[in-house]
């Protein structure tokens, strides 16, 4: 079985390659810190092949893919779009580069992946591209205007692509963590409830994909949060968020 995955220098990322690794998977892993993924690399127990690549760029990735490929031993059976960030933010000190950055990166990082490695998936009529969203995407947050966003582009280009591919023998998982402890999280100055260690995550996200489950979405108690919260007419959502909404983030 070989896998790719992006993001896979730190966090989520990392933890998932040690996961997938040790269920077996040869590994393609893409992140920009190539030193970190060469000391990743050393000490998984499969085939791991380690690309430096900027997920923004459209060429990069499907060089990189690519070049995975042939040194593999063929098409990838799993695909994870992981690589991701994030920072906090408020409508009055909104910042638009900061903004297309996150939205480049969440975004176009995951299509640019979805592009390279869909067609060899249709073609040998089997595969699994993954999406690591956030339950954040399930309801604008204050303070995650864009982040919020960014995960919710994810999660509606997945759910159609879902329904699209399922003919061809492609599966399609949509990963919806909670407050994972990450270096992106370490600069969260607010409380996180249900904070998850990163290799827990990971455990969690791997056991979805194996059973092929359409949407990870963890913690529990988060999670149905979030979803009473989705349904919750925007009058109520307004007065019940208003405290964050009038928090100023310090950036």
Known sequence: MR???????????LELARELARRGYDLALLARRGDLLEQLAAELPTRTVTMACDVTDLAAVRDAVR?????????????????????????????VEDAEQMLRVNV????????????????????????VASIAGLRGLPSSA????????????????????APYGVGVTIVNPGFIATPMTEKNRFPM??????????????????????????????????????????????RATMSFARRKVKI
Not at 108 to 129: H, N, S, T
Not at 217 to 224: G, I, N, T
């Open 67 to 95: 070049a995975a490929q042939e040194r593999l031993g063929g098409p990838f059976d799993l695909a994870i779009a992981n690589a991701g960030i994030g920072s906090p933010g408020h409508a009055t000190k909104f910042n």
């Open 193 to 238: 409830p249900f904070l998850m260690k990163a290799d827990r995550a990971a455990r969690v996200i791997a056991n979805g994909i194996e059973r092929g489950k359409r949407v990870v979405e963890f913690p529990l108690p988060l999670s149905l949060l979030m979803r009473f919260l989705r349904h919750l007419p925007d009058a109520l959502y307004d």
């Open 3 to 13: 896998a790719i995955l992006t993001g896979a220098s730190s966090g989520i990322g």
């Open 146 to 165: 864009t982040y919020s966003a960014s995960k919710a582009a994810m999660q509606t280009f997945l759910e159609a692509s879902r329904i699209e591919l």
């Open 108 to 131: 176009f990082g995951m299509l640019y992946l979805f592009d390279a490695v869909i067609p060899p998936m249709i073609e040998q009529k089997k595969g699994r591209f993954v999406g």
